[in-house]
């Protein structure tokens, strides 16, 4: 028998964890696909999920290429995270993606950078 007029708790593991761990569960739903689309859904879950989120390493080596899902969503969130990225590579992004990239680099954004990849480029 369960008592209905008990209140319910709820716990955001994802607030209490360490940070290392936070990131090897991103790292696990980004996984070798590039699904930015799972980041991108656990970054409406709260602030500080988003918080958490943006704080963490995952956003050293950004790959963006033609096969990663949901690429548009990652190229909205740029601000947010381009001044942690260490690596980029770009490769057969769409132009607006490929021009939202480079105007955020000319305005001194991405200030952590140490490689960019640029890889066929040309894709409409």
Known sequence: MTNT???EIFVDVIANLPSEL???ILLHLIGSEHDWSSIWSCLMVSRTWQMRIF???IWRVVRLDHDAHDIAVVSF???AFMDKVQELGLASIPLDILFRCLSCL???????LKSLSLEGLLKG
Do not use: E, H
Request: glycine residues 10%.
């Open 5 to 7: 007029n008990a209140p």
């Open 22 to 24: 936070v990131t090897q």
């Open 77 to 79: 969130a740029i601000p």
């Open 106 to 112: 000319d305005a001194g954004g991405f200030s952590s």
């Open 55 to 57: 704080n963490s390493s």
